[in-house]
């Protein structure tokens, strides 16, 4: 077998104990530094930022640690080309940033994979489209025109005089490119429709790609490949917040979707909701009154001292010179007086926490949308007008959708595939020297290769990659989102920075509320 091994086992070669005592001694050293410097200002984030982290999990690291042998690992008995293609939806006048996308996939993974591209339009491609295309990749190609009904709004939605106000006014109210009704209408594609296209039906799994993305490192494996061994069916390379004001709706009607059908969710769900349910307790009410730290001591307390107050009222008339009584009485005073709190976007105790995947970067199953819950759950958005009455992104619907039916460790985080679309950048830290190879054009188009690399590190995982000089990760700045990732699928501990709304009911009220009870009957 001359096939790399994938990188868990690599990982036995290392001198791991002598690292881990190096980290273990400084993380300690910095941790008491911090702690008991009197100056320290609000410390908790002086953290080691994400992208200088080792942060692989057993279920969830990049498939290898730094660069295959192509030849090797294609010739490999075990290896199977997958039934995939590339797909992008563009327009004939963005030939020049499609030319940009496609040399940088091909000069880091399709010169050795040559996976066949679909491409699709409203309008037809040109000639010149057709043939640069064709020039600039070493791979079939395939053109496909989208029909009316794959493309544009169902007519009777066209033909209401709303329809086209509401898509205006989303610029008065500052939805990014709100007031583009091409923008809606891509959205609602690739929400909905792409994946019932014959040329993306023809087959099994996708990447989906765009005009004027750039890729930094080099793909020496394959990702189709590689998911399907590992039980992976979507993977992605950003994971951030949605602007609130283009997505309202949308959790309301994903909820209800979910309700109406009875559907049973997939564990993903927890990475895109926030729960309401702060608190594990048989008691309703306060399950329903207690959202957070502040809440908790005051509903609890709350409910003791009106407790003692009406059991102290069955026996008769009561002592208000009993400072407990006292107390109760006020605070009952104030519950007559006050209001439940409403909370817009709450359905069923939760409410969406506006993370998702980019979309423009995807490497999945087709069948991850393909499927009849997904379906309906497009047929019930659009139903609801969401897509143009407000600006539904298909980022945010797939992966709502997405969470549907699917578990967290069925989401591969490609890590280690660096990634730039417009100002976004994922790029990792290269894999130390010993897991680099030198680079081997698989075609002549890309002979030509600038033979400087970033630094390697010892926790990287990257294969030759040259990322922006000084760029900012997306990683280090996509809270919560990036938190909730790194707690749900890689197993990181909780720490302080995270965001009280986290997903799983943390406080035991029974034993909680007999402390303030003990507290109050000494007084
Ligand atoms: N054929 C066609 N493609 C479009 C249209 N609008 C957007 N796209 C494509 O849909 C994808 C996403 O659009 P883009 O403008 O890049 O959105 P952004 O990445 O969210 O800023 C790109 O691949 C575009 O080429 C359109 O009106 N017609
Ligand atoms: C690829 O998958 C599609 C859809 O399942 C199927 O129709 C097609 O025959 C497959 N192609 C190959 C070469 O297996
Ligand atoms: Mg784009």
Excluded at 97 to 124: A, R
Aim: with cysteine.
């Amino acid at each position: 077998m001359i096939r790399i091994k994938p990188r868990f086992r690599l990982y036995q070669n290392r001198n791991k104990p002598v690292y881990y005592t190096i980290i273990l001694c400084s993380i300690l050293a910095i941790t008491t530094l911090l702690y008991i410097n009197p100056w320290r200002s609000s410390s908790k984030n002086k953290f080691v930022s994400y992208s200088n982290q080792d942060l692989d999990s057993e279920t969830q690291h990049p498939f290898y640690k730094g660069c295959n042998d192509v030849d090797a690992y294609i010739n490999d008995p075990s290896y199977q080309r997958a039934n995939a293609s590339f797909v992008m939806l563009t327009r004939n006048k963005e030939l020049e940033d499609v030319v940009l996308t496609l040399t940088s996939i091909e000069s880091h993974f399709n010169q050795w994979y040559h996976y066949p591209y679909v491409f699709l339009n409203d309008e037809p491609f040109t000639e010149e489209f057709k043939k640069t295309i064709r020039n600039t990749v070493t791979a079939p190609v395939e053109f496909g025109t989208l029909m009316e009904l794959e493309w544009e709004f169902p007519k009777k939605v066209r033909e209401t005089i709303e329809f086209t106000e509401r898509i205006k006014d989303q610029a008065d109210r500052g939805v990014m490119y709100g007031d583009v009704e091409s923008y809606h209408k891509m959205c609602r594609f690739y929400s909905g429709l792409f994946y019932k296209h014959p040329l993306v039906r023809a087959h099994e799994w996708y990447w989906r790609i765009e005009p004027d993305v750039k890729f930094f490192c080099d793909i020496t494996y394959d990702p189709f490949y590689e998911m399907a061994q590992n039980g992976k069916e979507y993977g992605f390379t950003v994971i951030m917040q949605e602007l609130y004001w283009s997505i309202p709706g949308l959790f309301r009607a994903t909820r209800s979707y979910v309700n109406a059908n009875k559907l049973k969710v997939g564990s993903l769900w927890k990475l895109f909701t926030d729960s309401y349910s702060y608190v594990q307790t048989d008691d309703e009410d306060l399950k329903k009154s207690i959202f957070d730290k502040k809440q908790l001591k005051e509903k609890v307390e709350e409910k003791i001292h009106i407790d003692h107050l009406l059991n102290q009222m069955k026996d008769g008339p009561v002592d208000l010179n009993d400072e407990r009584n006292s107390i109760g009485l006020n605070r009952l005073i104030d519950r007559a007086q006050s209001k439940i709190p409403i909370f817009e976007d709450k359905f069923d105790n939760e409410d969406y926490n506006l993370c998702h995947f980019w979309s423009n970067f995807e490497i999945a199953k087709r069948t991850v949308f393909d499927n009849d819950v997904y379906d309906g759950y497009f047929k019930h958005l659009e139903s609801t007008g969401g897509f143009w009455q407000e600006r539904w992104g298909d980022a945010p619907v797939h992966s709502l959708g997405l969470a549907l039916t699917l578990n967290v460790e069925q989401i591969h985080y490609f890590r280690d595939i660096g990634y730039q679309h417009s100002f976004i950048v994922h790029c990792p830290k290269n894999a130390p020297p010993e897991y680099q190879l030198p680079y081997v054009a698989g075609d002549n188009k890309f002979s030509e290769r600038k033979s400087r690399y970033d630094n390697s590190f010892d926790y990287g995982s990257g294969c030759r990659c040259d990322c922006p000089p000084g760029h900012i990760d997306i990683e280090d700045t996509s809270y919560p989102c990036i938190d909730l990732w790194l707690e749900l699928a890689h197993g990181m501990e909780k720490n302080s920075n995270f965001a009280d709304g986290s997903y799983y009911p943390h406080v035991d009220l029974d034993s909680f509320e007999d402390k303030i009870k003990s507290e109050f009957d000494a007084l």
